[in-house]
């Protein structure tokens, strides 16, 4: 990807098929992302990382105890692979193949030679915050993973949570698309998040209950 903009989407994976093949931290790092993201993973690799082992041994991740040879993409056909061993042949192995199929692949150590990266991410309920620098820095993804985690903490979650319950009723009961922004704005500019973070959830659902009163009216 170099120095080019990638274009940044937001992937529902749950039930989809998705393949890491490697076994040590980094591959188990790829695959507790995509379990997160309610992805079917299937992991290839002559060995595996302790965590690896735990999750297989649970039943939640398909784990294939061989060598990665051409022709497995092929059977599988996941919609993700990720080409994470410590062996640059075997993850280019992976990369060609991926290509020839049309499958998305991401080699760990090769980001110019992936069709994606992963962000760094950032969680709060329904919230999801992604930051990349396009492999200029890590050290920089990491410092700006920490700032924006700082701003934006779990109250925002609560927040997202009654906007996405109290939106069917705005859109049913607002006609106007200029009144709509305008009561949202006004939520978004109210102190109920200043009352979140204060611990006064109560308190904060009333300012809400209270704007949507007068609109509602």
């Given at each position: 990807m170099g120095e080019t903009n990638g274009y940044p989407i937001l992937m529902r994976l749950k039930g989809r098929r998705c393949v890491v093949?490697?076994?040590?931290k980094v591959a188990a790092r790829k695959v507790s992302g995509l379990l997160e993201a309610g992805a079917q993973v299937i992991v290839i690799s002559p060995q595996f990382d302790e965590s690896l082992i735990t999750l297989a041994a649970q039943g939640r991740i398909e784990a294939r105890q061989t060598a990665y040879t051409s022709g497995m993409l092929a059977e599988l056909r996941p919609l993700l692979v990720f080409a994470?061993?410590?062996?640059?042949?075997?993850?280019?192995?992976?990369?060609?193949?991926?290509?020839?199929?049309?499958?998305?692949?991401?080699?760990?150590d090769n980001a110019d030679n992936s069709d994606f990266t992963n962000m760094a991410v950032i969680r709060r309920g329904a919230i999801t915050v992604g930051i990349a620098t396009g492999g200029a820095s890590?050290?920089?993804?990491?410092?700006?993973?920490?700032?924006?985690?700082?701003v934006i903490g779990e109250e925002?979650?609560?927040?997202?949570?009654?906007?996405?319950?109290?939106?069917?009723?705005?859109?049913?009961?607002v006609l106007s698309e200029t009144e709509r922004a305008a009561f949202w704005r006004e939520v978004l500019d109210s102190a109920v998040l200043d009352a979140l973070r204060g611990g006064d959830e109560t308190g904060a659902r009333a300012i809400i209950?209270?704007?949507?009163?007068?609109?509602?009216a």
């Open positions: 093949v490697g076994g040590g994470a061993t410590n062996s640059a042949e075997v993850n280019q192995q992976v990369v060609d193949e991926a290509h020839t199929l049309n499958i998305l692949v991401d080699a760990v890590p050290a920089l993804t990491a410092q700006l993973k920490a700032r924006v985690s700082a925002y979650a609560v927040l997202a949570r009654w906007l996405a319950e109290l939106r069917p009723l705005v859109q049913q009961r209950d209270r704007l949507w009163a007068e609109y509602s």
